[in-house]
C-alpha cells in the first residue's frame, strides 16, 4: 500500500523560509515523478516542483522558480521542498504527490499525501 506523508508545513512571515518532507512507502520500484502541488483556499491545484526519481531531473513552476528546490534521498523515500523568500501567495496546502506520467496536470498523478498547511503573513 503507497503511502505519501507530508510533514513540515507552518506560520512563516514573508521573506522567510520553509523546508517540506514527503516520507513515501510502498511506491513502485520502476522511476517515478515525485513532486509538490499546493492549492490556495478557492483556486485550483498547482504543480509546483517535480523530480524524476530515475536521474534526478527536476522542473519547478514559473512562480517558485528561484525560491524553491525541490530534493530527495534515497530516491522515492523521502522528499523534500526548500522554500525560500517565501510569499503571502505561497499560502496554501501542499501536497506530495507520485506519479509515472511527466505532467502538471494534477488528475495524471496517481498517488497522493493528505498535504501539509503553508501559511505566510506579510
Known amino acids: 500500500q503507497v503511502q505519501l506523508v507530508e510533514s513540515g508545513g507552518g506560520s512563516v512571515q514573508a521573506g522567510g523560509s520553509l523546508r517540506l518532507s514527503c516520507r513515501a512507502s510502498?511506491?513502485?520500484?520502476?522511476?517515478?515523478?515525485m513532486g509538490w502541488f499546493r492549492q490556495a483556499p478557492g483556486k485550483q491545484r498547482e504543480g509546483v516542483a517535480r523530480?524524476?526519481?530515475?536521474?534526478?531531473?527536476?522542473s519547478y513552476g514559473d512562480s517558485v522558480k528561484g525560491r524553491f528546490i525541490i530534493s530527495q534521498l534515497n530516491a522515492k523515500n523521502t522528499l523534500y521542498l526548500h522554500m525560500d523568500t517565501l510569499e503571502t501567495e505561497d499560502t496554501g496546502m501542499y501536497y506530495c504527490?507520485?506519479?509515472?506520467?511527466?505532467?502538471?496536470?494534477?488528475?495524471?498523478?496517481?498517488?497522493w499525501g493528505q498535504g501539509t498547511q503553508v501559511t505566510v503573513s506579510s
Open positions: 523530480i524524476y526519481t530515475g536521474d534526478g531531473t527536476t
Open positions: 510502498g511506491l513502485p520500484n520502476s522511476g517515478l515523478f
Open positions: 504527490a507520485a506519479g509515472r506520467l511527466k505532467s502538471w496536470f494534477p488528475t495524471l498523478w496517481d498517488y
